[in-house]
């Protein structure tokens, strides 16, 4: 892997950070007028000592903890993970052991205290907002996925932060963020993955209000743990009846539980993928039972798959930059390979294909930033939850980011394996070879399409904000005619968008609903290049000189991707209709 720092030498990564994201709008959301630190001023309390306390403060203080992720990850975990990858994650006598080079990159980023990013201060977290979050996980998946994994997975604390009671928030998220615990997600069942709302595992209550949980998970990553840190795993049972609404959800810890065994995987090596067994395992109810699923779940995993969006946003730049290297340094038909037009068109490709996965990924972390933190603000000032969810603001970006990430997951997962394939085909024989990094990068990221809800999930959980979304006075079509008014688009944009708002209703009378369907993915593809095609100008209008003139030419071959997409699609659904 490529040893430079995985922040600071990521140009458009940068001008984001710098130039692109609105701070002020997302501090004013996630800072709430800095109560943290003012909170420290009157407690003392040292776990806020952190906290910044005005605007240019805020946006230093999130730089910081990228850069530093970005040098340990580009400068020290890069050395390892070649390694990590061949040892892999062994399974003997009941025991998992992870490579040494895993829990040595791990305790790298928590002897630097970078672990906690998704845990509030107040508990010992870093707390930083969504995008910070996003951008971040860029970093960490640009070097790894498996040591990304073990690194993030303390997070899904926020989980705890907001569902558990006060008590049980109190006693385990401050072990999380001080890494004495990691946490799983124990979900999956042999029989039910995409089906969650028919899960068997089943937890009784006995006399004394005591929980225990027996049955069978699959695909518990992380269940077994961390090295020798242990982990808790968020567990979804069955309390009740049938369905979605007869599941709660609990904590359990992986002492309680016994882990069958591993997985032998495609890639992810040193990731431990476990099947548990829960046979009388005590559980802790987390927040109201029936709510398991349609909420705490549900929240948990939006919070995973714009983790995944940044999985392929990470994982894709690490494709190009080991791309670019190879394509310079090999010599055929007596020149460097970089210079021959297939390759430097491929190249070129993937690099404008990660610069719209990122403005996607941004997006969705913003629109939870924008409404998440304003009800939470809200609440702290006494209002209830029913009138905090009819406030206008949070009304419109909670839609946009119920929409927003399934679609950033969906996109970036299949993007990023469509711009990875390329960037090994750049490598030749030797991308299929386990000499180069290209070849686990691509084995690694085929994951990102199948977890935390395959790419089929995320275009059912889209395409009903698209079909009513585009109607005249629809939220989607607010959300990009306000976006387009906030610059002067070229003509090219002007008309990808006009054509836009012609094919949805073209695939709204495609008749019988069975043939409709069959063709969501194709229509949350082309949206999600719609959004991109008008972030990438808009973007590029923020830069000067060559930077700008250079980024609006690669917007440029981007929409005309995306033209050609949509015509493809319009010209095909037209067809069907007659
Ligand atoms: C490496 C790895 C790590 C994982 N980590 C975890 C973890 O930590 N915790 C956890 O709980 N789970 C985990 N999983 C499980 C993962 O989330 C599931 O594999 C995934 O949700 C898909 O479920 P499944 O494998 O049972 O496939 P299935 O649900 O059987 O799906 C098979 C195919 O059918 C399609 N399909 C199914 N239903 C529909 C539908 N209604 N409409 C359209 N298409 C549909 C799917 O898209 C897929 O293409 C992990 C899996 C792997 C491989």
Redesign the pocket.
């Known amino acids: 892997m490529i040893k430079t720092n995985y922040y600071s030498s990521n140009i458009d990564l940068m001008n984001h950070f710098k130039k692109f994201i609105n701070w002020k709008e997302i501090i004013e959301s996630y800072e709430d007028n800095f109560s943290d630190f003012l909170e420290y001023q009157e407690s003392g309390n040292d776990k806020l000592s952190n906290a910044p306390s005005n605007l240019e403060e805020a946006i230093s203080y999130y730089e910081s903890i990228l850069d530093s992720a970005g040098d340990i990850c580009g400068n020290i975990v890069s050395e390892n993970v070649s390694t990590m990858d061949k040892i892999g994650a062994r399974y003997e006598n009941g025991k998992v052991t992870l490579p040494k080079e895993l829990v040595s990159s791990y305790n790298k980023m928590k002897e630097a205290g970078l672990i906690p990013y998704g845990i509030q201060r107040k508990y010992g977290g870093l707390g930083v907002p969504f995008v910070v979050r996003a951008l971040l996980g860029e970093i960490l998946y640009r070097v790894d996925t498996s040591f990304a994994i073990a690194v993030g997975c303390a997070n899904l604390a926020e989980i705890l932060e907001r569902s558990a009671s006060e008590e049980m928030k109190n006693e385990w998220i401050p072990k999380l963020a001080n890494a004495e615990y990691v946490c ?5 069942e042999p029989n039910y ?3 969650l709302p028919n899960i068997t595992t089943k937890a009784t209550e006995d006399s004394s209000g005591k929980w225990v949980l027996n049955g069978t ?1 699959r ?3 992380q269940a077994s743990g961390v090295g020798d840190i242990p982990s808790i795993i968020l567990t979804l049972a069955r309390t009740g009846g049938a369905g979605a609404r007869g599941l709660s959800f609990f904590l359990v810890q992986s002492k309680d539980v016994q882990i069958a065994g591993i ?1 032998k ?1 495609l890639g ?1 090596h040193a ?1 431990p ?1 476990c099947e548990v067994v829960l046979e009388n395992t005590p559980g802790l109810l987390i927040g109201e039972k029936g709510f398991g699923l349609i909420k705490y779940t549900m929240n948990m995993l939006n919070g995973a798959r714009m983790g995944i969006a940044s999985q392929g946003v990470g994982m894709a730049q690490a494709a190009l930059e080991e791309a670019k290297i190879f394509a310079k340094s090999r010599i055929q038909f007596g020149k460097p390979i970089s210079e021959i037009p297939a390759i430097k068109s491929m190249l070129r490709k993937i690099e404008r294909e990660i610069i719209a996965m990122r403005l996607l990924m941004i997006e969705g972390g913003r629109a939870v930033d924008l409404y998440y933190w304003r009800g939470e603000q809200l609440k702290k000032k006494g209002m209830n939850e029913k009138d905090i969810s009819k406030d206008e603001k949070i009304k419109y970006f909670q839609k946009l980011a119920d929409f927003l990430t399934p679609t950033s997951k969906f996109y970036c997962a299949e993007m990023a394996n469509e711009v990875i394939y390329d960037a090994l085909q750049v490598h030749g024989g030797s991308g299929f070879t386990e000499d180069y990094d290209i070849s686990r990068i691509y084995r690694d990221a085929r ?1 990102t399409t ?8 995320q275009v ?1 959980a889209a395409i009903g904000t698209i079909i009513t979304g585009m109607n005249e006075n629809g939220q989607l079509r607010k959300f990009l005619d306000d976006l387009i008014l906030e610059f002067n688009p070229t003509s090219l944009l002007k008309k990808i968008y006009e054509e836009f708002k012609i094919i949805v209703p073209i695939f709204k009378s495609i008749e019988p609903t069975q043939i409709r369907e069959s063709f969501n993915k194709d229509l949350v593809e082309t949206t999600a290049r719609i959004i991109c095609s008008i972030l990438f100008e808009k973007t590029s209008n923020l830069l000067e000189g060559v930077e700008k003139s250079e980024r609006l030419s690669q917007a440029k071959e981007y929409e005309l991707d995306t033209i050609a997409l949509l015509y493809g699609n319009k010209e095909k659904w037209k067809l069907i209709i007659e």
């Open positions: 799983s997600m124990g979900l999956t993955g995409s089906d998970k695909f518990i990553t997985e995987k992810l990731s993928t994951i199948i977890y935390d809800g395959t790419s089929q999930i059912m």
